[in-house]
């Protein structure tokens, strides 16, 4: 299936909303494709501009969603009118209530000791139904041999659809690219981010207002100032000053 993108600073973002985006991993489901799924703002492309690495996973992901309503604004500069913000918490919320028709089965990866747990009593309330399939909160590092061998025993026992991973940029992206070949019986990979923490209620989301508005940066840093100082206070000027280079042609970003 061939899915449009638009160009943001190199990274190929994909032209959609919420209801194209399901709609094209359910079709990818039942063609029996297999991907990833990358949940990006402008940390992640700010990221990507000194990580080669990183701007290969993009390139290379099923769907890279527009997290932040500056992919959005990007796209639609550039002639996109199509595309809408599809936001990691509610990409997770609408895959999976629409899942429970399908039968798809859940897996939850990330977060801090009880947290995935937490999510998936969550999940069991609020869509009857769901197929949450298993849980598994890794250490703050690389899995070492046992760990992965464990992990491995899980998934080949519970065959995930969807298997979600909660953990930050780049480091979600970067296990999602390793861990497809790994875990062979896992579907499809998505990279939600803090949704695993927004989804509980353990981190409060901004106001429905700042997200329309792009201000949703701004109370995250109130919320937690220390952590995100240098990714919002550094990152986003950054950005903004490449993206209007990139808009009036004074420099070239391609995609290749």
């Keep these: 299936m061939e899915i449009e993108k638009t160009n943001v600073l ?9 209801t194209r ?14 991907g990833y799924v990358t949940v990006t703002g402008v940390h992640g492309v700010t990221e990507a501009q000194r990580d080669p690495t990183l701007r290969e996973i993009f390139r290379r992901a099923l769907l890279v969603t527009p997290d932040g309503m500056p992919m959005v604004w990007m796209g639609k500069l550039q002639g996109e009118q199509s595309i809408e913000r599809v936001y990691g918490p509610d990409l997770m919320l609408n895959i999976c209530e629409h899942s429970v028709r399908e039968g798809h089965r859940h897996f939850f990866y990330g977060g801090v000791p009880g947290v995935a747990e937490q999510l998936r009593d969550q999940f069991e309330k609020r869509f009857p139904g769901i197929r949450i399939v298993g849980t598994y ?59 695993f923490d927004l989804l509980t209620g353990r981190v409060r989301q901004a106001p429905k207002w700042m997200q329309r508005s792009g201000l949703e940066w701004f109370f ?23 993206a209007a280079a990139q808009l009036t042609g004074v420099r070239k970003y391609g995609l290749d």
Excluded: C, H
Excluded at 220 to 242: C, D, G, K, V
């Design 220 to 242: 995250r840093l109130t919320q937690e100032p220390r952590r995100l100082s240098r990714r919002y206070l550094i990152n986003n000027p950054l950005f903004a000053i490449r």
């Design 137 to 195: 909160t890794p250490p703050f590092r690389r899995l070492n041999d046992d760990e992965v061998r464990d992990l491995q025993t899980i998934v080949r026992a519970t065959r995930p659809d969807f298997f979600w991973v909660g953990l930050s940029t780049p480091k979600q992206e970067k296990f999602m690219a390793q861990y497809m070949s790994i875990l062979p019986e896992a579907k499809i990979f998505i990279g939600v981010g803090a949704a």
């Design 21 to 34: 985006a399901r709609e094209i991993l359910f079709d990818a489901l039942r063609r029996g494709e297999r």
């Design 10 to 18: 190199g990274v190929p973002i994909s032209v959609i909303d919420q």
